[in-house]
């Protein structure tokens, strides 16, 4: 990589490639979550994702190239976290906790990312894509920040009310 739009073209592909997957992983979550709330946002998020992908293609287009994702190990490891905590946690409760917490872990990825984004497209003159992904960022804050009303509003007291595991 030669330049700064190069990266920045790359981390693009990235996150592309990153939402795609939790397009895929969310309605999973959500569908094994348990707490009412956990499972509107977990959905509501989805819906959001698909205007973020479509966000994502847009800022392609601004800087004149193909919309293609780049596999992103990050988000398939934080992916393969959250499918672990529902196949080994049987308990609905701590399910739902370990939900919210890997639900979280893939926000602030992509809070991580979008704010990097941002920043460069700022740099790099690109003012239709610094609003697109500004607009994103702020989604992406905002499912944060409801996970963790969801997650204090009940979610972890009721898993911590579990019996605790014998020494
Ligand atoms: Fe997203
Ligand atoms: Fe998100």
């Not at 990097?116 to 905002?142: F, P, R, Y």
């Amino acid at each position: 990589m030669q330049s700064m739009d190069e990266l920045f073209h790359a981390l693009l592909q990235d996150v592309y490639y990153a939402e795609k997957q939790l397009l895929k992983a969310l309605p999973k979550l959500a569908k094994k979550s348990t707490n009412q709330k956990l499972k509107e946002a977990l959905t509501k998020h989805r819906e959001e994702t698909e205007e973020q992908v479509e966000r994502l293609e847009k800022v392609f287009e601004a800087i004149g190239k193909r919309p293609r994702g780049k596999t992103c190990d990050a988000i398939l490891g934080i992916i393969a976290e959250g499918q672990e905590v529902m196949n080994e946690v049987d308990d609905e409760a701590l399910r739902d906790a370990g939900i919210v917490s890997s639900a979280q872990a893939a926000e602030h990825y992509e809070i991580a990312r979008y704010g990097t984004l941002c920043a460069w497209a700022k740099l790099l003159g690109q003012d239709e894509a610094v609003e697109l992904l500004s607009e994103t960022l702020a989604e992406e804050k905002h499912a944060d920040e409801l996970l963790t009303n969801i997650a204090e509003a009940g979610v972890n007291e009721s898993a911590a009310e579990r019996p605790q595991a014998a020494e």
